[in-house]
């Protein structure tokens, strides 16, 4: 498991970053300061240029500590929040384009990206194209003189697929052209984008690292000050805030992340391989393990994985999927994913894809392994195998 910039463990990083450090003695956390305007005892100080707060919207306090920690777990310079991870996306695509650019999107992007970049970037004169997730260094093909963002996510949070991202980094690099990842699946923990050569990493926070499903976040953390700059300044156009009590909330969640991802990524894997010898099963997308096709990068790049896997479920009557659903006391059917609790949906992958084709027959269901006990999440699914094989 990988080590910060000062050489210590990361899971201990995670502990002691972003506690208060400024009066002689103070709690072991940050505690929730909420502002809109900031009050200076002094014209020169009111006057002085690069303040450390300046008005409640570019942050306080309680989002200075939250930005440490996460630098800290993306090993990056410059973190900065948005009020979800969409708009971290959103803005970091508007800071680093222009009308007349070009943007590369990777297939296998989380749905409503694409309709950022089919119903919003487009609008203002920016193409979209998207590429094969599994373009690696091939991806330099498609690199134009006007190509101003690469993004990526990896593994892709539907259907799986790893990405070589090293090899799109050095690609891009020889273009000048920033390399954007969605690191969501990973938290951070499992997987750094900046030393694979990534110039931005973007969390949806309101995933594993709030990690409570009561809290949405997104950040956008990077080692390169004049992208620092372009991103701190969109966020301020566009208005963007984060309440430093969600601050306070997703920075609660930081302190115990490496622990929950242990207990996410082993339930997971035993669901994963259970689910794999069950008949109406025919394909796993879990790329720890040996048969996903994207197993070897995955190794290579990741020292884990989280608790987010999908399924393929042979082709079977409607009625027989909602009595599969309907059966389920411990999978909730919602949206997102990473908190403590597990999920499952139903994924029409198919109807998102544009560049690659999504081909498999079947219904992909997407699971979130939370942190009850394994034996009764297998005999959840158990129970629903049985109530969709009943007539
Ligand atoms: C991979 C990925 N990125 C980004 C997001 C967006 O995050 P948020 O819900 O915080 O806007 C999601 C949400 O499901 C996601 O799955």
């Known amino acids: 498991m990988s080590k910060d910039k000062s050489g210590r463990h990361i899971k201990t990083g995670l502990v002691a970053s972003g506690r208060p450090h400024d009066g002689t003695s103070y709690p072991v956390s940050q505690p929730v300061e909420r502002a809109s305007t900031i009050l200076y005892p002094t014209y020169d100080s009111f006057m002085k240029k690069n303040k450390d707060y300046v008005y409640g919207r570019f942050g306080t306090r309680s989002h200075r500590a ?3 920690s996460l630098c800290e777990l993306e090993k990056g310079d410059y973190t900065h929040l948005t009020p979800s991870g969409l708009s971290a996306i959103t803005t970091c695509l508007l800071a680093l384009a222009k009308t007349g650019d070009h943007i590369l999107i990777t297939d296998s992007c989380y749905d409503p990206v694409r309709s950022i970049g089919d119903r919003f970037l487009n609008r203002y004169g920016i193409e979209v194209e ?8 091939d991806i330099a093909a498609l690199l134009k003189p006007e190509t101003k963002a690469i993004l990526c996510e990896s593994p892709g949070s539907l259907t799986f697929e790893v990405q070589d991202i090293p090899a799109i980094t050095a690609a891009a690099r020889s273009r000048n052209v920033p390399v954007v990842v969605d690191n969501t699946w990973s938290a951070g923990y499992f997987f750094n984008p900046l030393e694979a050569g990534a110039t931005v990493s973007i969390q949806s926070i ?3 690292i709030a990690g409570h499903a009561d809290c949405l976040m997104g950040s956008m953390t990077t080692n390169d000050k004049a992208i620092s700059t372009r991103l701190e300044r969109t966020t301020r156009q566009l208005g963007l805030n984060v309440s430093a009590d969600d601050a306070f909330l997703a920075h609660r969640g930081v302190r115990s992340l490496s622990s929950r991802l242990k207990v996410h990524e082993a339930n997971a894997l035993e669901l994963a391989n259970w689910l794999a010898l069950q008949p109406d099963v025919t394909q796993i997308l879990h790329p720890a393990r040996p048969d996903h096709p994207d197993h070897a990068l995955w190794k290579r790049d990741f ?3 989280s608790g987010l896997f999908g399924f393929v479920l042979a082709p079977c009557p409607e009625k027989q ?8 006391s411990y999978f909730g059917m919602g949206y997102s994913w990473g908190g403590f609790e597990s999920l499952i949906i139903p994924c029409p992958v198919a109807e998102y894809r544009s560049a690659t084709p999504w081909d498999y027959e079947g219904t992909l269901i997407r699971v979130h392994a939370g942190l009850e006990d394994i034996t009764d999440l297998v005999n959840d699914l158990e129970t629903g195998f049985q109530a969709m094989r009943n007539e």
């Open 206 to 208: 309101t995933k594993y």
């Open 66 to 68: 939250l930005t440490e």
């Open 303 to 305: 020292s884990g994985a």
């Open 321 to 328: 999927l909602a009595r599969f659903f309907d059966s389920l």
């Open 130 to 137: 998207y590429y094969d997730p599994r373009a690696g260094g």
